[in-house]
């Protein structure tokens, strides 16, 4: 039996604006599973696209509301509590879902028999690359120019400043591009590797070692010896998180008694957005109110859809992320592929991602 799926146009979270399937890359889709995506009504206004273009050569258009109850699998970017109340049996979700730290989610999943497929645990390859890795590039590059404009500050013009970059993944590499292009040039970055094992290394960038030992965490200084990490970061101007976390043994650069160790006039952009993770005040914060102050001399901003600033090109990457998966969820394969059969965070309501319950402690 084939399935239907439902390609979802809008988000109930704020200021989500990006969509799973753009448009400029439909003759990508097989044309043999087009009639088995189901689209919300009005998604293609944003490109002057009619919603009877989505009947004539897709399954057709439907209500946000009625996409839930007509489809076996919802497509759906960021779900939010508000999706929560059309769970039921039997029916997938495929998103960024987050299900370790989101209480809700998991819960709505369980006592409504859902399976939930997240995208954040899809990796490939034999290198194991994240399966959307452009997309936490970006999340990268657009926290760090929101952040520096909405600071009124550019590495070309006025003092020269110096950053600090936490971890050295794709959204690291987005955040260095970004401040180099803003004329930023004096970057550090701090990894779990030593440097001779960091692959596809930037130019003009200086690697140092994140070191955790006794769950204290310490960086090394310029002159190789490790110091711990608030005695190393107080040093710069700004500092960018970018650690993946383990939720259930996380790991503090920064704790709420080390806030008034930084003198200085610091921007901290947490793009990694682990509440109480990599800083003891961790928090998310949100479009209208991008930014908080910690205190007189740090500026702290942790927005978890950046990419959003730039919807069009993060819809363009997502979509090259998801055709390639489209026709196995189509045909009931799904299970079978590796990617995605490592990714199932519930199945049918059963939890079998072990870090949901040790975290929740169900």
């Known amino acids: 039996m084939c399935n239907l799926i439902a390609i979802f146009g809008t988000s109930t979270k704020k200021n989500e604006t ?46 946000r509301e009625d996409l839930f109850s007509l489809s076996d699998i919802w497509i759906l970017p960021k779900p939010e509590k508000e999706d929560f109340k059309f769970f039921s049996k039997n029916k997938i979700l495929f998103g960024w879902l987050h299900c ?11 006592e409504n028999g859902m399976t939930l497929i997240a995208w954040e645990a899809m990796y490939g390859g034999n290198d194991k690359t994240h399966i959307f890795n452009r997309n936490n590039e970006l999340a990268g590059y657009a926290a760090v120019q929101h952040m520096l404009m909405l600071q009124g500050i550019n590495g070309y013009f006025g003092k020269k400043l110096k950053a600090a970059v936490l971890g050295f993944g794709a959204t690291a590499r987005g955040a260095i591009n970004s401040l180099k292009s803003l004329g930023i040039n004096e970057i550090t970055t701090f990894s779990n590797r030593p440097q001779f094992l960091i692959k596809s290394p930037i130019e003009s960038i200086d690697y140092k070692r994140i070191i955790t030992e006794n769950k204290v965490v310490y960086l090394e200084s310029n002159n190789q010896e490790k110091k711990e990490s608030i005695d190393v970061l107080k040093n710069y101007d700004i500092i960018i998180n970018c650690v993946l976390q383990n939720p259930t043994s996380p790991i503090i650069f920064i704790k709420n008694n080390d806030i008034d160790k930084i003198t200085k006039k610091t921007t ?18 949100y479009f209208d109110e991008p930014f908080i102050n910690i205190s007189e001399n740090i500026k702290y901003y942790s927005i978890d859809n950046t990419p959003s600033i730039y919807w069009d090109s993060a819809s363009y990457e997502i979509t090259k992320s998801l055709i390639p998966f489209l026709e196995l969820f189509i045909s009931n394969l799904w299970k079978k592929d590796p990617i995605i059969k490592n990714a199932i965070e519930i199945e049918n309501g059963i939890i079998k991602n072990k870090k949901i319950i040790e975290f929740q402690k169900r």
């Open 18 to 63: 990006r969509i799973p399937l753009h448009p400029d890359l439909f003759n990508l889709i097989p044309q043999k599973i087009k009639k088995n995506l189901l689209f919300e009504k009005g998604y293609g206004k944003r490109f002057n696209i009619s919603d009877e273009y989505f009947s004539e050569f897709f399954a057709g258009i439907a209500s």
């Open 100 to 110: 370790v730290q989101g209480r809700e989610i998991t819960q709505a999943a369980t």
């Open 268 to 285: 901290i952009i947490d793009i990694s957005c682990d509440k109480n993770m990599g800083f003891e005040f961790a928090s998310p914060t």
